[in-house]
């Protein structure tokens, strides 16, 4: 079973500042089986990023993903007020899936 | 537009087995997608308990194998999730889910239900 570690665990920032999310994997993950999710207190979690890289439909342009074989991130260049919430990676492989442990986006 | 809307008990006693249902409105759960589940403890991360196809073909996360089985129904368009001998470490918000058509991400999602194991 692939084992997902995020960090941080939780990132303080202001509005308009950038963030940096990791997602380290404990075996090579293809790049197409490696999505990330928000989730906001009460809800579902919400599919952002899916192949590492595309973009959910409708999703700003500010969120971006990235990476390859155990390293992988999620960045929002400027951060704005609906954004702070816990984010999740998520990986598929040998039939299996797994989720991190998540990083909570707080305001600082 | 695909929903998704779970039922079922939301309170179980140690030992009891959980059983909740899923149905689906807006698409047939006979397609190219994989049907799943999810828990999420108060507090923490979600957890993949297993998904199953239109085919009947089912994977479930190995801590909970012995423990899980889903099924179909076609004719009604929803499918379920039974969970044997639960404790209350099973205590969680379970949700039923949609991967996208080819791909192993959830798309869609119901709106979750908490099931408590308590005496």
């Known amino acids: 079973e692939i084992v997902l570690t995020q960090s941080p665990g939780t990132l303080s920032l202001s509005p308009g500042e950038r963030a940096t999310l990791s997602c380290r994997a404990s075996?090579?993950?293809?790049?197409?089986?490696l999505a990330w999710y928000q989730q906001k207190p009460g809800q579902a979690p919400r599919i952002l990023i899916y192949?590492?890289?595309s973009r959910a439909t409708g999703l700003p342009d500010r969120f971006s993903g990235s990476g390859s074989g155990t390293d992988f991130t999620l960045t929002i260049s400027r951060v704005e007020p609906e954004d702070f919430a816990v984010y999740y990676c998520?990986?598929?492989?040998?039939?299996?899936?797994?989720f991190g442990g998540g990083t909570k986006v707080e305001i600082k | 537009q695909v929903q998704l809307q779970e039922s079922g008990p939301g309170l179980v006693k140690p030992s009891d087995t959980l059983s909740l249902t899923c149905a689906v409105s807006?698409?047939?759960?006979?397609?190219?997608?994989?049907w799943g589940w999810i828990r999420q403890p108060p507090g923490k991360g979600p957890e993949w308990i297993g998904y199953?196809?239109?085919?009947?073909?089912?994977y479930y996360n190995p801590s909970l194998k012995s423990r899980v089985s889903m099924s179909l129904d076609t004719s009604k368009n929803q499918f379920s999730l039974k969970l044997n001998s639960v404790t209350a470490v099973d205590t969680a918000v379970y949700y039923c889910?949609?991967?996208?058509?080819?791909?192993?991400?959830?798309?869609?999602w119901g709106q979750g239900t908490l099931v408590t194991v308590s005496s």
């Open positions: 889910a949609r991967t996208s058509s080819n791909w192993y991400f959830f798309d869609s």
């Open positions: 807006g698409h047939s759960i006979s397609s190219t997608n994989w």
């Open positions: 199953i196809y239109y085919s009947g073909s089912a």
């Open positions: 075996e090579t993950v293809y790049s197409r089986n």
């Open positions: 192949g590492a890289s």
């Open positions: 998520q990986q598929y492989g040998n039939s299996l899936l797994t």
